[in-house]
């Protein structure tokens, strides 16, 4: 069975900052995909960025990326150049070809970016 | 893409009474989950369907939770007799494409059972 481990229950940092968001997994499989989630106060749940298993770049969307490391089974969100706006629960996903399509989350982190 | 919908947003309940949420998918993705959200906690996985068929449930879905996509539109989550212990929020997502293609979520329903 999959698992995901967010350790870092809560963050701060200061805007304009850089800000890394701990990630570990743990899965027997070769093929997995890794997301990560950005929840707002008001709930919803905002997809930020995907790393493939087999991907042999870290993924970067904008502002954020994902420093993957396979052989420590770690997938650690960075964001750059924090924003007020970036405030929020962050959430590490895994999924499985042949997991039913489910998604694995681990337990969030809770950002704050302090003016 | 008017993103996932899901009504309403937010139910009161006493205990032993039956709730049903709704959730609209964007219109072109043939996947949607219904996931459980408690208080600090990432959402757990409680069902998945592919068009019409629902092809997997999880054990967290006891006898009392019911999911429907007639027609392999819109969606509906009920849970009957509800308890105290299922006050939660409730997420709707959709996705199409691979197995690692994004979910997109709804804003959720919250449900309180008093």
Redesign the interface.
């Known amino acids: 069975a999959q698992k995901i481990t967010q350790t870092q229950p809560g963050m701060f940092v200061q805007e304009k900052e850089a800000v890394t968001l701990d990630c570990t997994y743990d899965t027997s499989d070769q093929s997995y995909g890794l997301f990560w989630y950005k929840q707002p106060s008001s709930g919803e749940m905002i997809f930020l960025i995907y790393q493939g298993s087999y991907d042999e770049q870290n993924a970067t969307e904008g502002r954020y990326s994902l420093n993957f490391q396979k052989a420590r089974k770690s997938a650690n969100l960075v964001i750059s150049a924090s924003q007020l706006g970036d405030s929020a629960m962050y959430f590490c996903a895994m999924i499985l070809p042949g997991s039913a399509r489910q998604l694995t989350f681990g337990s969030g982190t809770q950002l704050t970016v302090l003016p | 893409d008017t993103g996932v919908s899901q009504d309403p947003r937010h139910k009161i309940t006493k205990r032993g009474q039956n709730v049903t949420f709704r959730c609209d998918p964007i219109s072109e993705h043939n996947?949607l989950?219904w996931?459980r959200q408690t208080l600090?906690?990432?959402?757990?996985?409680l069902t998945?369907f592919q068009n019409e068929a629902q092809?997997?449930k999880?054990r967290l879905l006891s006898d009392r939770f019911s999911a429907e996509r007639p027609k392999g539109s819109f969606s509906t989550l009920e849970i009957q007799r509800t308890e105290q212990g299922d006050s939660a929020?409730y997420?709707c997502?959709s996705?199409l494409g691979p197995?690692?293609s994004?979910?997109?979520?709804?804003?959720?329903t919250?449900l309180t059972v008093t």
């Open positions: 996947r989950y996931y600090g906690q990432g959402p757990e996985f998945y092809l997997e999880s929020m997420l997502a996705s197995y690692n994004p979910l997109h979520f709804g804003n959720g919250r």
